[in-house]
């Protein structure tokens, strides 16, 4: 019998709940959109998903993370596609209009 997946309610951290195999709607296919458009503003009503959009970025785009890109992407849309401008296949060099960091 397969053991139930959990559902972090209130959890903001992309890889944590890579982490712990937790239930979230794969948003990844986003990624390719938003390398497509010159300026980002996020306007969304709170407890709709910002932070945690903003964490899956980070961890798609920040270096630190390069070499953890099966662990926290497998099984994505943008696994199986990833696109040009992820740092570990262009040298580690950052996208040129990505968010870093968390807004309080």
């Known amino acids: 019998m397969e053991k139930t997946r959990p559902i972090l309610y209130g959890v903001a951290d992309y890889a944590q709940i890579r982490k712990k195999n937790a239930w979230f709607i794969d ?15 996020f306007l969304r009503p709170r407890r709709f998903g910002k932070s945690l959009l903003v964490s899956m970025l980070r961890a798609y785009y ?12 497998a099984g994505t ?28």
């Open 27 to 41: 948003r990844t296919a986003k990624i390719r959109d938003l390398e497509n458009i010159a300026y980002t503003v």
């Open 77 to 104: 849309d943008i696994g199986s596609d990833p696109t040009d401008e992820r740092p570990g296949r262009i040298h580690g060099t950052l996208p040129r209009s990505s968010t870093y960091g968390r807004a309080a």
């Open 62 to 73: 920040d270096v630190q993370f390069a070499d953890r890109f099966e662990e926290f992407f």
